[in-house]
């Protein structure tokens, strides 16, 4: 569904990415794991078009994406939920979600009811402001802003990041669901436990350079855990 392929990027001068190929396939979770500073970041924002690649493709369901700016990859069915949550600190709820939902222009009234489905804490929460909620409240209204879109490709960048356990579990589950449906799921994680219960296919980064791919299980492979050692 998505496929990055041999993609480099970084910020002026400073090259962050050496030719990083991941795929993402429907129904799956693919999770991209790796240190601090390895890139991961730079590797969702160039896929989410916030960061031209240098070279390389980045392709959607067959279609080429590489130099789409931003707002048609949510269109052609790119949801990102970035790190740190990224929502719409004086908007309500309600709000962060109708914006986004505008914005991707290609999912009906029923696709919120839908994510509300997936994320019931967040019913009773719609008229608050995003500025108020708790930081588990905010990653799932971070996530619930890119289901709306409809997407093909979920990409979701540290998730779980700084929440406590109950929300994790929940987070999770939301995360194997979309999946289930038939998403392809983009997972940066870099909790090794979240990792071994989700993932379906990792891939480990290590200073910008994919170093590790290979299904859930590789990651019991003495080496791949080295690479994500904190
Ligand atoms: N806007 C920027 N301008 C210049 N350098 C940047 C910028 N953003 C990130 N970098 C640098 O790019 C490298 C990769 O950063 P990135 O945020 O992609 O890492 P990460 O793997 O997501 O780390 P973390 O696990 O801490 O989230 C780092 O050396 C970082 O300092
Ligand atoms: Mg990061």
């Known amino acids: ?20 190929s991941v795929h993402a396939e429907r129904g799956a979770v693919t999770c991209v794991m790796g240190r601090n500073g390895v890139g991961k970041t730079t590797l969702l924002n160039t896929v989410a078009g916030l960061l031209p690649a240098m070279s390389g493709r980045i392709a959607l369901d067959g279609g080429d994406v590489t ?54 804490r967040l019913r009773p929460l719609l008229d608050r402001r995003a500025g108020l909620l708790s930081g588990g409240q905010a990653q799932q209204l971070a996530i619930t802003r890119a289901l709306v879109t409809d997407p093909k490709v979920l990409v979701l960048d540290e998730p779980t990041e700084g929440i406590q356990p109950s929300i994790v579990a929940e987070i999770e589950g939301v995360i194997r669901k979309v999946a289930d449906r038939g998403v392809a799921v983009l997972l940066v994680e ?41």
Do not use: K, W
């Open 1 to 20: 569904m998505l496929e990055v392929e041999e993609v480099c990027a970084g910020y002026g001068r400073s090259q962050v990415l050496f030719d990083v």
């Open 67 to 120: 130099r789409s700016r931003p707002h048609r990859r949510v269109r052609a069915g790119i949801g990102y939920a970035p790190q740190g949550h990224g929502t719409f600190a004086p908007l309500s709820v309600a709000e962060n979600i109708a914006v986004a939902r505008e914005a991707a222009g290609r999912a009906g009234p029923e696709a919120v009811e839908e994510a509300l489905e997936l994320f019931p």
């Open 190 to 230: 870099q909790y090794m436990d979240v990792a071994l219960r989700l993932a379906d296919e990792v891939a480990v980064i290590d200073a910008g350079r994919v170093v590790h791919a290979g299904p859930r299980a590789s990651l019991e492979d003495g080496e791949a855990r080295r690479l994500i050692a904190i």
